[in-house]
């Protein structure tokens, strides 16, 4: 039997004479990817007076400075084995600078699902991701621009199971915390997961009337608690940054939050390896006011503006008050003395008289870490009559977040500078000094201190004398001017128990040779500070 004849072999495949197919598939990818959620779901998030992540990031970093990492990340679509569109990951993070200065920087997209968080082979960002390991390997400030709901019931059906809490977790987000500085501005809703990064921060901000925070939203508290609430009145910034000082800062629009970004971001260092950068201002070392002289006024239960205090002894234009809507009996701001950068720490005679409150408490806490953790100087300015009293002060602990604020003074490593203007009693006077430093304490002439004011220990200690008197009320003014007499500063300085009285007009060039001389000594402590890392 005669071999049947091969069918001739089918020719192989032509290959293709250059690599324009997949650099138009590249092409696509990238313009799916510019897309984000479609024109539709971009024009609806503009209508509600909000830009795109990819528009944020560009208002916010230096022009052309934004490297993108992940731009091809998403869900892919195909028809017979080839590609016909791309969902992006509903988050966008790179590499940018600000200032000049690199920066690592990320945040969801809510016209992509909502901002609800993806995870493929790497996580982009979110708790853990990239962005955070960029920022933690290069040692550079992390920037989280937040808009997401975070985690949903959803991911069960697509995975077919409940996954564990912290499987993604926040290790890589508070080891950040106490090596380079980190920042979070809540853009629009965050819950969730997105609502805890932006607690882990050193700093954060919120846009007013578009921005809230909160651990769940309205339908989880509506279910749990059959609290009918809207997003608003949950978390808007008069609750989240005004009453519960969750969020440090509000701005009036997305323009001007990043405004404060950047204006932040210039008084810090790169890392704790570093110290925070120097700018000349131009303003003169011997500027002495003329307006100090005279600000403190001689009846001693009158308020003064203690804000001004703080500007004339800065560097001019100089000064960025942190949380000033919360905790409000103390003013806690950075600026600059001849172009170093201090943490100043003020009283608020026009609140409260400058008695240290639970709120005002737990602001200063955080600030001094804050200074402590990136090698600021502190500058209190003290007018404090103790902590605040009475049976609403006890019952919200106020002793024992006055006595946190004191502990953490006296664990901080930098120099601190303390400047009595007025009142300066009890434990709440002892947390302004610098105990394990050089303890350097200035007075003006106005300057009183003490274990407790004049007038309530009068009535403690002599309060038998008192209601023996023919006159009581007589005695008690009698035993008072007697005792005030002594309390003097000037025989606390004849005993050298104040280093040194000051004209407050010589205030800011005192402080500025002492800061000044201070930076050999801050040069050897740079570096991380195990005790640091979350702020409380």
């Known amino acids: 039997m005669s071999a049947k004849p091969e069918s001739p072999a089918a020719p192989p495949p032509t290959e293709p004479a250059d690599w324009s197919a997949e650099l138009d598939e590249l092409r696509l990818r990238r313009e799916q990817s510019l897309a984000l959620g479609g024109t539709e779901a971009v024009q609806r998030h503009h209508d509600q007076g909000r830009l795109t992540i990819r528009e944020r990031i560009g208002s916010l970093v230096d022009a052309n400075s934004f490297q993108e990492v992940g731009r091809l990340t998403g869900s892919g679509r195909y028809e017979n084995g080839r590609l016909a569109g791309v969902t992006p990951a509903p988050y966008v993070m ?7 200065r690199p920066v690592a920087i990320g945040g969801e997209d809510f016209t992509i699902r909502g901002g609800t968080s993806w995870s493929g082979d790497r996580k982009k960002g979110g708790q853990g991701g990239f962005v955070e390991d960029l920022a933690h390997e ?8 937040i808009d997401g709901a975070g985690g949903s019931v959803t991911s069960i059906q697509r995975r077919g199971h409940a996954v564990f809490p912290g499987v993604h977790g926040f290790e890589q987000s508070v080891r950040l915390m106490g090596e380079v500085p980190v920042v979070c501005a809540v853009m629009g809703t965050a819950a969730g997961g997105p609502a805890g990064r932006a607690i882990l ?13 909160f651990a769940a939203g309205p339908p989880v508290v509506e279910r749990s608690l059959g609290q009918k609430i809207d997003k608003e009145a949950l978390g808007g910034a008069a609750l ?11 701005a009036a629009s997305e323009a001007e939050c990043f405004d404060m970004i ?4 210039s008084y810090m260092p790169q890392n704790v390896w570093e110290l925070p950068p120097v700018v000349k201002t131009g303003d003169p070392v011997d500027r002495c006011e003329d307006g100090l002289k005279d600000i403190v006024p001689r009846n001693r239960r009158r308020p003064y ?21 919360f905790g409000k009996a103390v003013i806690t701001s950075l600026a600059r003395m001849n172009g170093r950068v201090v943490g100043i720490i003020a009283n608020n005679p026009m609140v409260y008289g400058g008695a240290i409150d639970v709120k005002a408490a737990r602001k200063q806490t955080h600030f001094v870490e804050l200074c402590d953790c990136f090698h600021i100087p502190i500058v209190f300015l003290v ?44 434990m709440a006077g002892m947390g302004a000094t610098d105990k394990n430093g050089l303890d350097l ?3 003006w002439p106005s300057a009183e201190w003490g274990s407790l004011p004049i007038e309530g220990g009068v009535a403690a200690a002599f309060r038998k004398e008192i209601a023996a008197a023919p006159d009581p009320k007589a005695r008690e003014a009698e035993i008072e001017a007697s005792l005030r007499a002594d309390a003097s500063p000037f025989r606390t300085a004849e005993a050298f128990g104040v280093e040194e009285i000051v004209d407050p007009r010589e205030t800011r060039p005192y402080l500025c040779r002492f800061i000044d001389a201070a930076q050999a000594r801050l040069a050897t402590h740079v570096g991380p500070k195990p005790k640091y890392g979350v702020r409380p």
């Open 138 to 145: 290069y040692r550079i400030p992390l920037v989280n621009l």
């Open 305 to 325: 503006d203690m804000r001004k205090i703080v500007r004339w002894i800065a560097d001019r234009d100089s000064v960025f008050e942190l949380q000033p809507s």
């Open 201 to 213: 921060a050193h700093w954060s901000v919120m846009v007013k009337g578009t921005s809230q925070v």
């Open 441 to 443: 304490k200035i007075a």
């Open 383 to 426: 007018d404090v009559p103790g902590f605040m009293v009475g049976r609403d002060a006890e019952a919200a602990a106020t002793l024992r977040e006055g006595m946190r604020s004191v502990y953490v003074s006296l664990q901080a490593t930098v120099p601190m500078y303390t400047v009595v203007i007025r009142k300066c009693y009890g």
């Open 262 to 265: 950047r204006r932040y971001l």
């Open 240 to 250: 989240a940054a005004d009453l519960a000082g969750t969020i440090d800062q509000v």
């Open 94 to 100: 790179g590499l940018a600078s600000i200032g000049g």
